[in-house]
């Protein structure tokens, strides 16, 4: 069974509190029963004083001479006088402890003898029977003790003080132990209800709602406390955050590296058929070079063939390591101030020749532009554009260049009268190793490198390239920031 806090201190309350009742009453009425003990003992001394002067009185206004025979004699009148005048049952004794004279017409039911002997032997003696305190004292002449005198009286009066304070010790006890009940409960109540507070926002922090946590605005330990469970959640949210953050960054992280992984892993599968192909070719030729020596023809053909899959072989490596050295380290590129019209004037002067070949024309329509590049990654990306331009096109087909100056950039455009990119490739042929179509080139099949140059060079020196097609054809756009 669980038992609140709330029930466990009004308990403890109302415990103590009559414990304190307790303490304090049995001391009051010891105190009082004192009191009234002391008070009785001193008025019936004082009597008892009073019955032997008034004794004595009498024997002076008597014409006795014998203070004890006097005394015997008039026993009888002298209780009853001494009855009137201290308004008490007096009883007179001698000096045998005989009855000689009482105020009172009853008979007395208890024995006192021991009590008046004792009297007799020059002692006051007094005891409590029922509501009575029976006192018995000496009576003196002028030096000897003649007889006893007995006085009686009631503490009624008393006792029922006496009870009537006890009674109301009981009543006053009962009223305060049920206010003090409802107070306590009431107080503990208040007090529990913020304790209830606190364990239900420590109850929504633990469940990751940390704006549910309630202020106590008291100047105690709840308020500190609550105040601190405040900052402590604050705390934790933080965290918390912090950690989602970084924790999203590292998922982040890690999918770019596995899809890193996952590109090099491409690239190193790529590499590696491309390779084969090239060496197979060449291997079949020294076979053939090897098993007809003697055919001048046939030898003849197979070194050409070998020389240009050599050539090709020896050009994708040059490509592969330029690469790979633009992506793995921070590539040195010498960036200057070129004008991109007399460069391009003479790639394509280069390349003409190739060109002609085909019956393909080059038209150029160009304006003067200073670039802010790296000289020679700009011939390289010019040559692979053009080159792919004659690559791709038509027998007799044309290629225009055109270059302008754009929004701060200098635009070039290379566009052909080719075969053109079906759109779902076009997203594609700037990966490394990317060809559309083996069979769709002119004689020489490329190795799908030259584009994914291009087009990392320009990323690294702030410049675009986009395609787009022209009727049938395609138009490849690179913008390069004008030098400043
Ligand atoms: P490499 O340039 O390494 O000798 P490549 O020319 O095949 O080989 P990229 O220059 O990267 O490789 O071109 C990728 C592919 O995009 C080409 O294989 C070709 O299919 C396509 N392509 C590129 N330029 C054109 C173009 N002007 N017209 C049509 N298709 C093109
Ligand atoms: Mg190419």
Request: hydrophobic content about 40%; aromatic content about 10%.
């Amino acid at each position: 069974m669980k038992i609140s806090i709330r029930q466990k201190f009004t308990v403890f309350m109302i415990l103590l509190l009559i414990f304190n009742l307790f303490i304090i009453s049995t001391l009051i009425l010891r105190g009082i029963k004192d009191n009234q003990r002391l008070s009785y003992e001193s008025f019936l001394k004082d009597n008892s004083k009073t019955a032997n002067l008034l004794i004595r009185e009498k024997f002076y206004l008597s014409k006795y001479t014998n203070f004890e025979y006097f005394y015997k004699d008039k026993a009888k009148e002298l209780s009853i006088e001494l009855v009137r005048v201290l308004d008490l049952d007096t009883i007179l004794y001698d000096k045998e402890g005989n009855l000689i004279g009482s105020g009172r017409i009853s008979n007395d039911k208890e024995d006192y003898t021991e009590m008046i002997t004792k009297a007799l032997d020059n002692n006051i003696v007094y005891q409590r029977i029922g509501d009575i305190i029976v006192y018995v004292a000496p009576v003196y002449d002028f030096n000897h003790q003649i007889g006893v005198l007995k006085i009686e009286y009631s503490i009624k009066k008393e006792r029922k003080f006496y009870e009537d304070i006890v009674k109301l010790f009981i009543q006053v006890g009962i009223v305060s132990v049920i206010i003090a009940f409802l107070v306590a409960s009431f107080y503990f109540w208040f007090f529990v209800k913020k304790i209830v507070q606190l364990k239900e926002s420590v109850k929504s922090v633990a469940n990751g709602d940390y704006h549910a946590v309630s202020i106590i605005n008291t100047k105690d330990e709840l308020g500190e406390l609550s105040k601190g469970i405040f900052v402590m959640s604050n705390k934790i949210e933080d965290n918390i955050e912090e950690i989602s953050v970084e924790k999203s960054k590292l998922q982040d992280a890690l999918k770019k590296l596995q899809k890193l992984e996952k590109k090099q892993k491409e690239f190193i599968g790529n590499i590696t058929h491309e390779f084969r192909t090239p060496i197979t070719v060449i291997k079949a030729q020294l076979d053939l070079i090897t098993l007809y020596d003697d055919d001048e023809e046939m030898v003849d053909r197979s070194k050409k063939v070998a020389e240009k899959e050599l050539k090709r072989l020896d050009n994708m490596i040059g490509n592969i390591l330029y690469l790979s050295s633009i992506e793995k380290y921070d590539f040195e590129l010498k960036k200057e101030k070129i004008d991109s019209k007399v460069f391009l004037r003479e790639i394509i002067e280069r390349m003409s020749g190739k060109a002609s070949k085909f019956g393909i024309e080059i038209i150029h329509d160009m304006t003067s532009a200073e670039i802010y590049i790296d000289k020679d990654s700009f011939i390289q990306i010019s040559i692979n554009l053009i080159d792919n331009a004659i690559k791709y096109n038509k027998n007799n087909g044309k290629i225009f260049i055109r270059s302008y100056i754009k929004d701060e950039k200098n635009v070039i455009e290379i566009e052909d009268t080719g075969i053109g990119i079906p759109d779902e490739h076009k997203s594609r042929i700037f990966d490394p190793f990317y060809t559309v179509d083996k069979n769709r080139a002119k004689n020489f099949s490329g190795t799908g490198l030259g584009l994914s140059l291009v087009y990392k060079l320009l990323k690294k020196q702030n410049s675009n390239i986009k395609v787009t097609d022209s009727n049938g054809g395609t138009i490849f756009q690179i913008s390069i920031p004008l030098y400043k």
